[in-house]
């Protein structure tokens, strides 16, 4: 075991590792998710004219799916040398895989100009930015708990998955922005390139500033113990950790899709469901997401006095009520709208429990990879699949989203259960700095 001591507080050091982690993660995010807000345009400039628009959504958002899909490989190979050559040269280079693709794209010419090779283009930087977004994640929860006192992570976890999010809340606000001082037309001619720049050029920034950030004392005294893993560190997980990796799995689920319901898809919900205006639901929705990044921090402080095993409980079933009654009673009136999201988003902020878990389920040698591992195959399917399944679900209640929701409220309470017990027996749950 390392000699630290456990219980002290977070330091000026630890605080410029943890803003820099986060910081460089809500730009990440940025870069991967601003791609949405645009689609409509990026579809009419990069397919054919003449093909219907049905076709031209579904080849557009099947571009953005593709990112999704690119997470697991390229999470699993920067993973790979993570556990081998260190935790910062990865961290490093995720945030520059994910800028240079995001300026490429602001820059990219669109099929007026270069035909077909306009929109196969767009799908290979999508790709690169799969990649980036499936090793960014993964590696800056390994990076800061592997930085902070035992006593800490938690909090640690909480405040860099709150920062994460926070690259969503970014790119609705420039968007917003966007949309607001442009018209439709100055928009398509060139304005949707600005989100991109501004994404390629700040991440470029954050990369130059990660530079001041240190290995991890965890790996740098693997590499003293000559500890690393000898064998492929993804044959280890697969082979040993079977368990950790369905937890994680689950967990997984639990954030994405609860992200995916009550915050990315909730707003469209409600204007096609009750015709609220745009403007209102997407005001909310903001004020959701604020609460969500206060909900994350709560769960992680919750985590270092409490434990993991009892803030996933209590954060279920607050999940459970307040994601019900938002959804049964957001129409009723705006105070209602406004309210019932807020605490809904809140309630949500229970996710920024799950990497605290992750990271303490797999030993060091290997954590990099069983998380890149679990988290982003778990994304690809559950991230990809819940709208789908939400809407079809639609057909058969009109409450379905909340259903959905309430099923995963069920799935964090009994894995809650679960870990209560598994901490009694000292199983699964382990230090992180050995």
């Known amino acids: 075991m390392m000699n630290q001591t456990q219980n002290r507080r977070l330091n000026r050091q630890d ?17 991967f998710i601003i791609f949405v807000f645009f689609a409509a345009v990026i579809g009419e400039l990069f397919f054919p004219p003449d093909i219907p628009d049905w076709l031209r959504q579904l080849q557009t958002f099947g ?19 993570g556990d081998r050559v260190g935790r910062k040269k990865m961290f490093s280079l995720s945030i520059l895989l994910m800028a240079l693709p995001t300026l490429a794209m602001g820059a990219l010419p669109d099929y007026e100009a270069i035909g077909i090779t306009a929109p196969l283009l767009l799908l290979l930087l999508r790709i690169l930015q799969g990649a980036a977004i499936g090793g960014e994640v993964p590696g800056a929860w390994v990076f800061v708990a592997e930085h902070v006192p035992e006593k800490r992570i938690g909090i640690a976890c909480g405040t860099l998955t709150a920062g994460l999010t926070a690259g969503i809340l970014l790119g609705s606000l420039v968007a917003m922005l966007i949309n607001t ?15 991109f720049f501004l994404g390629g050029a700040f991440g470029l920034l954050a990369m130059y500033l990660r530079r001041w950030l240190h290995e991890t004392p965890v790996f740098r005294e693997l590499q003293a113990r000559k500890a690393l893993s000898d064998a492929l560190p993804l044959g280890d997980v697969l082979r040993n950790h079977k368990r950790a990796v ?14 995916v319901v009550v915050i990315l898809m909730a707003p469209a919900l409600l204007q096609k469901q009750y015709a609220l205006p745009a403007a209102l639901t997407l005001q909310a929705n903001s004020l959701a997401t604020i609460m969500l990044l206060l909900g994350c921090i709560i769960a992680g402080l919750s985590v270092d006095r409490l434990g993991a095993a009892k803030t996933l409980t209590g954060g279920s079933l607050l999940l459970a009520l307040c994601s019900w009654i938002f959804f049964t009673s957001a129409a009723s ?17 229970v996710v920024g429990v799950v990497p605290f878990i992750m990271v303490r389920a797999f030993p060091a040698a290997i954590r990099f990879t069983g998380i890149s591992f679990s988290y982003n195959l778990s994304y690809a399917i559950f991230g990809g699949l819940t709208p789908v399944c939400v809407t079809l679900l639609m057909a058969i209640s009109p409450l379905a989203p909340a259903w959905y929701v309430l099923a995963l409220a069920l799935l964090g309470l009994i894995i809650g259960l679960w870990l209560s017990r598994a901490e009694r027996r000292g199983s699964l749950l382990r230090q992180v700095n050995v």
């Open 333 to 349: 009136s705006v105070t209602a709208l406004f309210v019932t999201w807020a605490l809904a988003g809140f309630s949500v902020g």
């Open 246 to 259: 369905g937890i994680s799995m689950l967990l997984t689920w639990l954030l994405s899709a609860c992200i």
């Open 15 to 31: 605080y410029k590792t943890l803003s820099l982690a986060a910081l460089g993660g809500a730009l990440e995010f940025y870069d």
């Open 63 to 81: 571009i953005f799916a593709a990112g999704y899909l690119a997470r697991p490989l390229g999470g699993i190979v920067m993973a790979h040398f």
């Open 181 to 195: 001082l442009l018209s439709p037309q100055a928009i398509a001619a060139g304005g949707w390139r600005i989100p």
